[in-house]
């Protein structure tokens, strides 16, 4: 191990959704800024080895790293704070846990030992806790973990975190988010919830160093002295964290409470001078004072649980502060559009942005958007399954093709304009088999795209089985759709474009992975503006 790493554990109570993830990507945001190398973790304590095979109304997002991880869409969270790319490493699930034990023990590396949740469980656990910070890479690692202390799930994990207290001494500090309702009917914020939090991570091991109390009122400075005196932190350990505007607003409301010299304090770091936070001040001014407004329609067949599309509202986030501009998302359900109405759900808005997403369901209602947004000159995002949805539209409605279709929604098709990748026709397993993580693709010069990236060649996360179809990409071009971006290794398209339409854009990756609060997503902006430009027209 390395001794120069420093580990912070974030672990929550009395509720689940509190926002340890927003916590632990701001307190890394401050250290960052004070110049520190900082990475942070995810330990999920549900049995699936990724949540890539999880529903979104299950889990929300499934983010997607660099190097093809399937992961919590906290991940996400994380490298839009830090402009820091995360990995495999950095989220790690039961699942995967009890399957490496499980294979050792079957390869028989225990040699013969009964294998038990303490040690070997545990051992795995803080192995893994600790590979970041051995890699020499980081000085400071931050771990999360999933779901609230009294958990069964969290159990292994919270005694991972006890043990490596007592390994690691002075390089640890333990922070546990809690929540001080308000009960209307008194008047009064309430201790007792956190109390009880505190003593039941108590129970299994851990004191907590610093608490962090999500509450929609101010804590008074008698809560904060009520609260450290019965949880045995010091009064400067108790943070407060209210209800903010935007999530990027939290750093800066932890740095008024200076608890990034408490964290540093504790674990024996240096606090000179203050963190250099310039650049995200000037973002979070653009954000909370645009000067004008857009209307975008995100249409998807999940929006019930706005967090499937984390990502992509972030994305629209950082490209309307990129461009002084709000942008109000109008969450549309794919399921309800029809050809009869599509035209009323859709009027007025300034953009339409295509969503990605599996399966049939409102997929014909997808095609409808993708139909009025090019008739209309609306500007137009469409991401995986959207950008399907555009070749699809355009092979029925412009190539004369009403039978087109993707091989996944009708796999009878006659024209199979978006087929079935040739080497996942083989694949019966749907966890981690997907086209995963970052891949190359090579800009067609003269292409709008080329001309916002700036560049010839970019890398871009991909999250699919079924590709575009080349067998109909010379009719399709001739027709006025072309090829803006071509894999290099396969010669699948990943862009397509209408050099006759205002902004239309369709992409088989997920641009809106990489976009981050210092480098919005070059595609994003565009569309951004594109809608503000087509608002004014």
């Given at each position: 191990?390395?001794?120069?790493?420093?580990?912070?554990?974030?672990?929550?109570?009395?509720?689940?959704?509190l926002?340890k993830?927003?916590?632990?990507?701001?307190?890394?945001n401050?250290?960052?800024?004070?110049?520190?190398?900082?990475?942070?973790?995810?330990?999920?304590?549900?049995?699936?080895?990724d949540?890539?095979?999880?529903?979104?109304?299950?889990?929300?997002e499934?983010?997607?790293?660099?190097?093809?991880?399937?992961?919590?869409?906290?991940?996400?969270?994380?490298?839009?704070?830090l402009?820091?790319?995360?990995?495999?490493?950095?989220?790690?699930?039961?699942?995967?846990?009890?399957?490496?034990?499980?294979?050792?023990?079957?390869?028989?590396d225990?040699?013969?030992?009964?294998?038990?949740?303490?040690?070997?469980?545990?051992?795995?656990?803080?192995?893994?806790?600790?590979?970041?910070?051995?890699?020499?890479?980081?000085?400071?690692?931050?771990?999360?973990?999933?779901g609230?202390?009294?958990?069964?799930?969290?159990?292994?994990?919270?005694?991972?975190?006890?043990?490596?207290?007592?390994?690691?001494?002075?390089?640890?500090?333990?922070?546990?988010?809690t929540?001080?309702?308000?009960?209307?009917?008194?008047?009064?914020?309430?201790?007792?919830?956190?109390?009880?939090?505190?003593k039941m991570?108590?129970?299994?091991?851990?004191?907590?160093?610093?608490?962090?109390?999500?509450?929609?009122?101010?804590?008074?400075?008698?809560?904060?002295?009520k609260?450290?005196l019965?949880?045995?932190?010091?009064?400067?350990?108790?943070?407060?964290?209210?209800?903010?505007?935007?999530?990027y607003?939290?750093?800066?409301?932890?740095?008024?409470?200076?608890?990034?010299?408490?964290?540093?304090?504790?674990?024996?770091?240096?606090?000179?001078?203050?963190?250099?936070?310039?650049?995200?001040?000037?973002?979070?001014?653009?954000?909370?004072?645009?000067?004008?407004?857009?209307?975008?329609?995100?249409?998807?067949?999940?929006?019930?649980?706005?967090?499937?599309?984390?990502?992509i509202?972030?994305?629209?986030?950082?490209?309307?502060?990129?461009?002084?501009?709000?942008?109000?998302?109008?969450?549309?359900?794919?399921?309800?559009?029809?050809?009869?109405?599509?035209?009323?759900?859709?009027?007025?808005?300034?953009g339409?942005?295509?969503?990605?997403?599996?399966?049939?369901r409102?997929?014909?209602?997808?095609?409808?958007?993708?139909?009025?947004a090019?008739?209309?000159?609306?500007?137009?995002?469409?991401?995986?399954f959207?950008?399907?949805?555009?070749?699809?539209?355009?092979?029925?409605?412009?190539?004369?093709?009403?039978?087109?279709?993707s091989?996944?929604?009708?796999?009878?098709?006659?024209?199979?304009?978006?087929?079935?990748?040739?080497?996942?026709?083989?694949?019966?397993?749907?966890?981690g088999?997907?086209?995963?993580?970052?891949?190359?693709?090579?800009?067609?010069?003269?292409?709008?795209?080329?001309?916002?990236?700036?560049?010839?060649?970019?890398?871009?996360?991909?999250?699919?089985?079924?590709?575009?179809?080349?067998?109909?990409?010379?009719?399709?071009?001739?027709?006025?759709?072309?090829?803006?971006?071509?894999n290099?290794?396969?010669?699948?398209?990943?862009?397509?474009?209408?050099?006759?339409?205002?902004?239309?854009?369709?992409?088989?990756?997920?641009?809106?992975?990489?976009?981050?609060?210092?480098?919005?997503?070059?595609?994003?902006?565009?569309?951004?503006?594109?809608?503000?430009t087509?608002?004014?027209?």
């Open positions: 191990m390395a001794s120069s790493t420093k580990y912070i554990f974030v672990t929550g109570g009395v509720t689940s959704s926002g993830g927003i916590v632990a990507s701001s307190l890394a401050l250290l960052q800024a004070r110049g520190f190398s900082v990475t942070i973790q995810k330990f999920d304590p549900y049995i699936n080895i949540p890539g095979t999880l529903n979104p109304y299950e889990h929300g499934c983010y997607v790293t660099d190097d093809g991880a399937e992961t919590d869409l906290d991940l996400g969270h994380y490298e839009r704070f402009n820091r790319p995360t990995s495999q490493a950095n989220n790690v699930t039961t699942g995967r846990i009890y399957q490496h034990v499980i294979d050792k023990e079957r390869r028989g225990y040699l013969g030992k009964t294998v038990q949740v303490i040690p070997h469980i545990t051992d795995e656990i803080k192995r893994r806790m600790q590979m970041l910070g051995q890699s020499g890479e980081y000085e400071i690692v931050i771990t999360e973990i999933g609230t202390v009294g958990d069964i799930e969290a159990l292994p994990y919270i005694e991972s975190v006890r043990q490596l207290r007592w390994e690691l001494g002075r390089n640890c500090v333990s922070i546990h988010l929540l001080v309702p308000f009960l209307k009917a008194t008047g009064e914020l309430k201790t007792k919830p956190t109390q009880h939090s505190v991570l108590q129970e299994s091991g851990v004191q907590p160093d610093i608490l962090v109390c999500r509450s929609e009122h101010s804590l008074s400075d008698e809560i904060k002295r609260l450290a019965f949880c045995n932190v010091t009064p400067d350990s108790v943070i407060e964290s209210l209800d903010a505007k935007t999530i607003e939290v750093p800066q409301l932890l740095l008024a409470q200076n608890m990034d010299e408490v964290v540093l304090n504790k674990l024996g770091l240096p606090t000179t001078g203050s963190p250099d936070m310039g650049r995200w001040s000037d973002f979070l001014n653009r954000l909370v004072n645009p000067t004008s407004t857009v209307e975008i329609g995100l249409i998807g067949k999940y929006v019930e649980l706005k967090d499937s599309y984390k990502s509202s972030e994305a629209l986030i950082h490209a309307g502060a990129e461009n002084h501009s709000k942008v109000e998302i109008r969450w549309i359900h794919s399921e309800d559009l029809t050809p009869s109405n599509a035209s009323k759900a859709l009027a007025g808005l300034h339409v942005l295509v969503a990605p997403g599996f399966g049939s409102g997929f014909e209602g997808k095609i409808e958007a993708v139909r009025i090019r008739e209309d000159g609306i500007p137009f995002l469409g991401i995986c959207g950008m399907q949805a555009s070749v699809i539209e355009y092979a029925r409605h412009v190539l004369h093709l009403p039978e087109a279709n091989s996944e929604v009708d796999p009878t098709t006659k024209h199979p304009v978006i087929d079935l990748m040739e080497e996942q026709k083989k694949v019966t397993e749907k966890g088999t997907m086209r995963l993580g970052a891949c190359d693709c090579n800009l067609t010069e003269g292409s709008l795209s080329r001309g916002l990236y700036g560049r010839s060649s970019i890398a871009e996360r991909h999250r699919h089985r079924f590709e575009f179809n080349n067998a109909y990409l010379a009719d399709l071009e001739a027709a006025g759709m072309i090829a803006a971006g071509i290099p290794e396969t010669g699948l398209v990943e862009i397509v474009e209408i050099p006759s339409h205002p902004w239309f854009v369709g992409v088989q990756f997920h641009p809106e992975y990489k976009s981050t609060v210092a480098n919005p997503h070059p595609l994003f902006v565009a569309f951004v503006a594109a809608a503000m087509h608002k004014t027209h």
